[in-house]
């Protein structure tokens, strides 16, 4: 890392704003040549929008982007490749019925023509992969190699294409422990000969293991620029997870003091034993009582997600037992699910949530539908009942019921889906990334909802990569890393502290 | 030391450093074209010991000389199959090329000098517009090319009603020609016009730039235009071919069947759709070469020789017997899906 | 439906204009001006088109002609609308025309035979022969769903495979001939009469009546609506997608043989080449421009309804206008082709800007 030389790339006061939620709010970024710098920060904290507006996928609001001392706007991933700057996607994107050499050398600049020449590509091919340390059969389909080595041909690729800046987008979630080793091997060497690295992941060790500055993001702001080294793992995961400004509205740990003992004792609604699926998650021990919210934490990729879609049927899972009501429960599909008073806010809401084109009405009694099922059919006049209640209810804006529910914002969006639930009349909610994307005051009543029913003996199960959130709207915590529960307490006994200590997987 | 912050993981991987594939006992890419030449043996076989006669050059090569015309439509459409579409008008474009190339050459005494590239420019323009449609305005493959079917058909009636017969004297000459082959057989001139197509396809589909756009394409449309690949032209051209092909299958039709008429070819797109599939293309796309095509064809020739030597048999049986081969593969295809995915 | 939200009014006129420009905004609203624009041409050019005289106590004229040489093809596009509600294709409905027909000629049998001056010795009873033939069609519609929902196929693909196939297979119910009805009893179903009108009209009339109440008087519609809009987000509130699927299929197959059975009554014959042939690009033509989208979630049964009287209509008004028929098929190839492009979502948006509308109107 050259001190006092110019950065290669300079992100300036870089704002981004999409409908409803403000993404990025003037957020900088140095990096300079042969170093690593990672970026990191949760879901919603506004990593993915930052490396869209590098490599011109969004146009930014305001600020500036500066390649080498030169202002850049690139206007597509394409333009933003020519420009030098190559990214690695998580999925790596790569077409991987082409073999090796072919993904390497296709559809770039400078190579047109009409015929190919197989041999020379393959000598170029298999060059550029030597200086990777990688020596493989580049005729062979890129889909017959794992995924560590797609993501190598990614690089090759990128390398072939003259890069100066890298972006590796999440590289390793898919990768076992040899396979990252490789790959921090070859980045390291491109780190010498001059690259600059953008590395983004939620993987504490790894950070420390690779970059060598860290910048921090959450909620569209940037909290920090730190050296690796003079960064401790608690307070980086503080700075990431960390506390916000206590706001007036619903604390669970305040309110419910006499309940929550006295949830205690009652029986569990759900409980799950060593449940597991292979590739999912393992034996997950988990007990809901009525009238007790349950926090599950844990960072990106420890499988909560997965976790509730076993609870709520749509997974079936390979090992371990469910009992819902007491009664050993099969679930095969989201109805079974719904009939035991079960429901679901998934993460998702634009593709698993809410179905777009149907109006607001129609969105919010579908689940109370399915429980009826087809015969008992909810009149029209029954049906603009039950909406105008919990549109009064949650606050929902909309000029009338009948709007399609895709022109909503992503908070009166998920206000319905909640709607949804509610009107079945749930004996448990499992609430995934409820208040993600979504302004402070919907948050707040959204949760205050929850928390209201939560007192009347609702069950509630609810995920969130917000660690405080966690903690202040839930009675216990269920702490999930590497797909495996790991820990869990009551949310009264628990202090951040701890549970980033958790979180972040060993001694300070 | 332990690094508890590595995910675990679902699929085992080999590792990277000096990264070899399993070692080759048969490469798994080769495994769909030999369970289709497996299938076409099985079935030649079969004939050859069910009747007498079955087993002779010459009835080999008849496989091909009765269908040329739908070799050729089936290597179009393999290219548009494998880039993820597909296309419904074959059929009735050659019999529109079989209906304008009739009426112009009896009816208005044109050269067929002339009319043939006239026809293949098109068929070629036709296919062109129709991948526009599907291309600029975003509108599914199927329904575009289900409406070029049957305007095709309705531009075949619109000339004529009935069948026009063709006498030209080039037209019956080359449909009357007979290329001397091994040991007292022959082939038709159709025969060498497909195969000329064939080794033409598989320049494109593996020697150019083009044929791997294809197949990109097929295999991830946004990767490929992330890639850099020119999908959109790519995607017209694709029709086009397939419509230049759809054309040149009819020119050949006309050759075997002197004759134009809106009724040909009837049905034609799923005999296509069904050589290509059974050929190794799996119908989602970026997988599938020309070569099994072919076979795909000879099998779909075997199947008609074996019910014409059967005698009884109506001819309706070989587009039943070819539905169902097309339905088994496409389970086979599912299931095989299934099996990966869970992997 | 989307009807666009109303304002208090203000005066009589004001609501009128208010009510027709909502009305201007309902889907059926193109499809039923484009029917009332080509009978009302066909009135210009033959003034006694709307005429209706009654004959031996049943009504003639051209309107009840042409509702009823259109019901085979409006009781399939009822069917095919569901279908396309869910982001599928049906195009083996001509097929299916062609085997239940088939059916129902084999089991009647083609022998003339006359006693006491009546052609009426069929093999089974009539009510058999019916139920056969419709439960055959019904089946067909359901190996459909079967491919579709539960295999996952393509619905293209699945449903090309009968279109072909299933030709093969009428022609092998019928040993490969043509064979006539000469069961007088049968010719009721596409030719009798019944209070003046024609018989068709009462079943355009049940099946109408039947599809209705379970798309809108039941959840069915919802169902539908929302597993083509969005079929994970529907399954995950619950919607049994997969069986949805499979019986909207079956019934579309169910559509098709009473369909089958109203054109084999009509012709007296069963032809496993030419029954129905091209009914299916009518049918998807009668849904596409009725009003519900190729790319599913919301339909309108009544829409295909006045979408298969247009076609009929068109077909009517180009015979009458001496132009060739074979024009006819160029002509809905084409409107098939601007419709399916008028709907794209390129179009939409270019004229959503245009209009500066806030709701699409579809």
């Known amino acids: ?508 | 030391m332990r690094n508890p912050a590595a995910p675990s993981l679902a699929a085992p991987a080999s590792a990277a450093g000096g990264a070899r594939r399993a070692p080759r006992r048969l490469d798994p890419r080769h495994l769909p074209l030999v369970v289709t030449i497996a299938l076409f043996l099985l079935m030649f076989g079969a004939g050859s010991v069910a009747f007498d006669g079955f087993f002779s050059l010459q009835v080999f090569l008849n496989l091909f000389v009765d269908n040329a015309f739908l070799a050729i439509t089936a290597i179009g459409m393999t290219f548009v199959i494998v880039s993820g579409g597909i296309d419904l008008s074959v059929g009735s474009v050659i019999a529109l090329t079989t209906m304008v190339s009739a009426a112009l050459v009896e009816q208005h005494g044109w050269s067929p000098a002339v009319v043939i590239p006239l026809v293949l420019c098109l068929g070629a323009v036709f296919g062109f517009t129709m991948g526009v449609v599907i291309q600029y305005f975003e509108i599914q493959a199927f329904i575009v090319t289900l409406a070029g079917m049957f305007l095709a058909r309705g531009l075949c009636y619109l000339i004529s009603i009935n069948s026009i017969t063709i006498s030209d004297p080039f037209y019956t000459h080359v449909s009357m020609l007979r290329i001397p082959f091994l040991f007292d057989t022959s082939i038709s001139f159709n025969v060498v016009i497909a195969l000329v197509v064939l080794a033409a396809a598989v320049y494109l589909a593996h020697y150019t730039r083009f044929g791997r756009t294809v197949y990109a394409i097929g295999g991830s449309e946004q990767s490929a235009l992330l890639m850099g690949l020119p999908v959109p032209r790519t995607k017209v051209l694709i029709y086009t071919l397939s419509g230049f092909c759809s054309a040149l299958a009819g020119v050949v039709f006309t050759f075997y069947m002197l004759s134009g008429y809106g009724l040909h070819a009837g049905g034609m797109e799923m005999d296509a759709i069904s050589a290509t599939v059974i050929g190794g293309t799996l119908l989602t796309g970026g997988s599938g070469n020309v070569v099994g095509t072919m076979f795909g064809v000879l099998i779909y020739g075997t199947i008609q020789t074996l019910i014409m030597f059967q005698g009884e048999l109506s001819s309706w049986w070989t587009k039943i017997v070819m539905g169902l081969l097309l339905l088994l593969f496409c389970l086979l295809q599912k299931a095989f899906e299934r099996r990966s995915a869970r992997a | 439906m989307n009807a666009g939200a109303g304002r208090p009014a203000e005066g009589g006129v004001a609501a009128a204009a208010q009510a027709m420009r909502a009305f201007t905004r309902r889907r059926i609203f193109w499809p039923l001006a484009t029917l009332v624009l080509l009978l009302l041409f066909n009135l210009i050019s033959n003034p006694h088109f709307f005429s209706i005289t009654i004959r031996d106590g049943h009504l003639y004229g051209s309107l009840v002609d042409i509702l009823n040489r259109a019901a085979p093809l409006m009781i399939i596009s009822m069917g095919l609308t569901l279908v396309i509600a869910t982001h599928g294709i049906d195009v083996s409905v001509g097929a299916v025309v062609a085997i239940s027909a088939a059916v129902a000629a084999t089991l009647i049998g083609g022998q003339l035979v006359i006693s006491g001056g009546m052609q009426d010795v069929s093999r089974y009873p009539l009510p058999l022969v019916i139920l056969a033939a419709l439960a055959v069609a019904a089946l067909c519609g359901m190996w459909n769903g079967l491919l579709v929902s539960y295999v996952g196929m393509q619905p293209i693909i699945a449903t090309l495979i009968l279109m072909v196939t299933g030709r093969g297979v009428a022609q092998l119910i019928t040993s490969g001939q043509i064979i006539t009805i000469y069961y007088s009893p049968f010719y009721f179903v596409g030719n009798g009469w019944v209070l003046g009108l024609p018989f068709s009209f009462f079943l355009v009339g049940a099946v109408l009546a039947a599809v209705l109440v379970l798309a809108r008087r039941t959840a069915l519609g919802l169902f539908i609506e929302a597993v083509g809009v969005n079929p994970v987000a529907s399954r995950f509130a619950g919607v049994r997608a997969r069986s949805i699927t499979f019986w909207v299929y079956a019934l579309c197959g169910f559509c098709a043989g009473i369909a089958g059975l109203i054109v084999s009554s009509n012709v007296k014959s069963a032809d496993g080449n030419n029954a129905g042939l091209l009914f299916e690009l009518d049918a998807i033509l009668a849904v596409v421009l009725g009003g519900t989208s190729l790319a599913g979630g919301r339909f309108s049964v009544v829409g295909s309804l006045v979408g298969a009287l247009v076609i009929q209509a068109l077909t009517t008004t180009i015979y009458a206008a001496g132009v060739p028929p074979e024009v006819t098929l160029v002509v809905k190839a084409l409107v098939v082709f601007a419709v399916s492009i008028l709907q794209s979502d390129r179009v939409r948006n270019r004229l959503g800007a245009l209009v500066g509308n806030e709701e699409v109107a579809r």
């Open chain 1, 1 to 508: 890392m050259a001190d006092g030389a110019l950065p290669i790339l300079e992100m300036k006061g870089i704002s981004k704003r999409f409908p409803g939620v403000q993404a990025l709010s003037g957020v900088d970024l140095r990096l300079f040549a042969g170093e690593v710098h990672a970026i990191m920060g949760q879901n919603g904290a506004g990593k993915s929008t930052l490396i869209k507006v590098l490599t011109g996928v969004h146009p930014a609001d305001t600020g500036h982007i500066l390649l080498e001392g030169a202002e850049i706007r690139p206007t597509s991933p394409l333009d933003a490749q020519r420009l030098g700057i190559s990214t690695v996607y998580q999925e790596v994107n790569l077409c991987t019925n082409l073999s090796v050499a072919e993904n390497i050398f296709i559809g770039r600049e400078g190579s047109h023509g009409f015929a190919i020449r197989w041999k020379e590509m393959r000598r170029k091919a298999a060059e550029q992969l030597a200086e990777l340390n990688l020596h493989i059969d580049v005729t062979a389909p890129l889909s017959s190699y794992s995924i560590a080595v797609q993501q190598m041909v990614a690089i090759a690729r990128s390398l072939s294409a003259k890069a100066r800046i890298l972006i590796l987008d999440e590289p390793t979630s898919s990768l076992a422990e040899e396979e990252v080793r490789l790959l921090f091997s070859v980045i390291r060497r491109l780190k010498s000969h001059g690259m600059g690295i953008l590395f983004i992941t939620h993987f504490i060790d790894q950070t420390f293991e690779i970059a060598d500055r860290i910048t921090v993001l959450r909620n569209g702001e940037r909290v920090g620029e730190f050296p690796t080294a003079a960064l401790s793992r608690i307070t980086l995961v503080t700075k990431m997870v960390g506390r916000e400004i206590a706001e007036a509205g619903a604390r669970r740990t305040q309110a419910a003091a006499a309940p929550g003992a006295a949830a205690q004792e009652a029986a569990p609604f759900l409980r799950a034993e060593g449940l597991g699926k292979k590739g999912s998650v393992h034996g997950v021990d988990l007990e809901v009582r009525p009238g007790e919210a349950l926090g599950l934490g844990g960072l990106l990729g420890s499988g909560r997600t997965e976790t509730a879609r076993l609870l709520f049927g749509i997974d079936r899972p390979d090992e371990g037992a469910l009992h819902v009501a007491g009664v050993e429960t099969d679930l095969s599909r989201p109805l079974d699910a719904i009939q035991r008073g079960i429901g679901f806010c998934p993460e998702d809401r634009k593709l698993e949530g809410i179905v777009g084109e149907l109006s607001l009405r129609e969105n919010i009694i579908l689940a109370l539908q399915s429980k009826l099922g087809i015969f008992r059919n909810l009149s029209r006049r029954r049906q603009q009942e039950i909406s105008d209640e919990y549109i009064a209810k949650l606050g929902i804006v909309v000029p009338d019921a009948e709007m399609p529910v895709a022109k909503l914002s992503g908070g009166n969006q998920q206000k319905a889906l909640l709607a949804r639930w509610m009107a079945t009349d749930p004996r448990m909610l499992i609430l995934d990334e409820p208040t993600r994307g979504i302004d402070v005051a919907a948050k707040a009543e959204i949760m205050g909802q929850v928390l209201d029913l939560c007192d009347r003996g609702m069950a509630v199960l609810f995920i969130s990569s917000e660690m405080e959130e966690v903690l202040r709207y839930s009675d216990r915590v269920a702490v999930m890393r590497d797909r495996r529960k790991v820990a869990e307490m009551a949310s009264g006994d628990a202090d951040e502290h701890t549970v980033f200590q958790i979180i972040a997987g060993g001694q300070a």
